[in-house]
């Protein structure tokens, strides 16, 4: 699903690389933690596969997609099969859950009957029903999180990126938002996720893939966090 | 493509930068209409000098009595066999067409009917008006020649081309057309770059949406269509205001010259001069918002 094969990424007057050399394959299906410490190249690791920034060398395949052969024409398309959600959530708060999980669908042209009938599921999914025409400030960090998962969800991506999603929350509710990715995994969405959080990353027992200075240090199915931290 | 939702956006866009907005409709009302006076002058004077390029013919004035002008000085009015020598010389000439012989009584006539300075008309009399021969040409641009030929021929005072009279009035017009047109020059400039502004806030303002559109992966048509829309849509107005002032200008100062004027302006002139700016402000409204976007809006 996902395939880096020697990847390197230097950031334009930056003399040490993002990401050095890195090769990693990502399945249909599976659960993937991306740890390491700030600025060891876990964001830009996810910007790649966005193909919001580019390689100098090595090539990247996504959902079967070449990206170095993919034109900026058709990049809109590769990310209709990517979800994302952020450490910031990212709502629009000027309008309201149902509103800000419709947007995903009427800004790439889906007809609105098809709209009323799937976000109203996805926001059950996350486990928001009842508060569709609530605004995002009336709501917990949590709550708005699930709002989050829910835009990314709600087109049916192949692959769900989450950068931090738990960075903003306090670690009783991280679990809910975990369950909810976990949900979303089993319905057999690739989930990427970039985290710091040690407590959760040993609680799911997923695969770990570590990144240090931009090189993989470490890539264990079932994994912890690492004793180092 | 949902129509609603993208002019929901442009309503948006257009309503959070309501004096930016305003500033470009006005600057485009203003650059258009200037631009449109420019080229209606335009019509009017090659309009005018195709009218007055088949009437203008030479004047070649003959010495009266006591006559102020050079080659008249220390001599009597004209005799009768100078001007019929001048006569013969005028109509030997290869460029005249036909020439015309008019005396004291209906220079006089002439005289009583054009002016309107009732002192200069009360001490006028027919003896004051000097006699002259009307040369019509066959080619107006040859009337240089025809004058330094005929001036001192003796009994001719002076010999006066119309044509130069009627230059002087153009040549005031076209310097109105060209401070017309540089400033309409200016406002355009000064349009794309308040358009360009404008684009900018416009995309600043919404960078949260644009954000999560590019995210969930809307089309770059679909991103950037809401901003090219608000630069169209006040390009728009800007160049229906623009059409009201070039009606307007029409209608108060176009056609209360018109007297004057003998060929007057048609309508289908100023509809033809509407449209071309409308189309040309419209033009400059959606190129420019294109064009910031490319900067502004990286997709």
């Known amino acids: ?229 | 493509m949902r129509a609603n939702f993208i002019f929901s956006e442009v309503w948006i866009g257009l309503r959070r930068n309501l004096t930016m907005t305003i500033a470009v409709i006005v600057t485009v009302a203003v650059g258009m209409a200037l631009l449109g006076v420019g080229l209606m002058i335009n019509s009017q004077v090659s309009k005018l000098t195709g009218f007055w390029s088949d009437k203008v013919e030479l004047s070649v004035y003959l010495c009266t009595k006591g006559s102020p002008f050079e080659p008249c000085k220390n001599r009597g009015a004209v005799t009768q066999e100078e001007k019929g020598n001048l006569e013969q010389t005028i109509k030997a000439l290869p460029d005249v067409e036909r020439v015309q012989f008019e005396n004291q009584a209906q220079a006089f006539k002439n005289f009583q009917s054009t002016e309107s300075n009732t002192l200069l008309l009360s001490v006028t009399k027919p003896e004051d008006m000097p006699e002259s021969f009307r040369v019509k040409l066959k080619d107006p641009e040859k009337a240089d020649a025809v004058e330094s030929s005929l001036k001192g021929q003796p009994g001719v005072s002076n010999v006066v081309n119309e044509r130069n009279l009627l230059q002087s009035v153009f040549g005031f017009m076209d310097t109105l057309r060209n401070v017309a047109l540089g400033i309409a020059i200016l406002m355009v400039i000064a349009a794309t770059l308040l358009i360009g502004n404008t684009v900018r806030l416009s995309a600043y303002n919404r960078r949260r949406e644009t954000g999560i559109m590019r995210l969930v992966g809307a089309s770059n048509i679909y991103i950037q269509l809401p901003f090219v829309l608000e630069g169209l849509i006040a390009g728009l107005i800007g160049g229906v205001l623009s059409g009201v002032i070039l009606i307007i200008v029409k209608v108060f100062i176009f056609e209360s010259i018109q007297t004057y004027m003998a060929a007057p302006l048609g309508w289908d002139t100023v509809a033809g001069v509407i449209t071309g700016t409308m189309a040309i402000g419209v033009l400059i409204c959606v190129l420019a918002s294109f064009v910031t976007l490319r900067r502004y809006l990286r997709v």
Request: glycine letters at 8%; one cysteine or more; charged letters at 25%.
């Open chain 1, 1 to 229: 699903m996902i395939h880096f094969d020697n990847v390197t990424k230097v950031y334009a007057n930056q003399n040490r690389p993002a990401l050095d050399h890195v090769s990693v394959d990502v399945d249909k299906g599976e659960f993937v933690f991306l740890v390491g410490p700030s600025g060891s190249g876990k964001s830009t690791f996810l910007r790649l596969v966005l193909k919001e920034e580019r390689p100098n060398s090595g090539s990247i395949h996504v959902a079967g997609k070449d990206l170095s052969k993919l034109s900026n024409f058709k990049v809109p398309h590769l990310r209709r099969r990517i979800g994302c959600v952020f450490q910031d959530f990212r709502l629009l708060p000027n309008k309201n859950v149902y509103e800000n999980v419709a947007f995903a669908l009427e800004v790439i042209g889906k007809p609105r009957r098809f709209i009323r009938k799937v976000v109203p599921e996805v926001i059950e999914l996350v486990g928001l029903e009842g508060k569709a025409h609530r605004m995002p400030e009336e709501l917990s960090g949590g709550e708005q999180q699930r709002v989050a998962m829910a835009r990314a969800f709600v087109n049916r991506p192949m692959i769900l990126l989450a950068d931090e999603p738990t960075g903003n929350i306090d670690p009783a509710t991280s679990i809910g938002i975990m369950k909810v990715l976990d949900r979303i995994n089993r319905t057999g969405t690739t989930v990427l996720m970039a985290t710091h959080d040690a407590a959760i990353v040993d609680s799911m027992r997923k695969r770990v893939v570590e990144l240090e200075d931009g090189k993989i240090v470490r890539d264990q199915s079932r994994g912890v966090y690492g004793q180092a931290y």
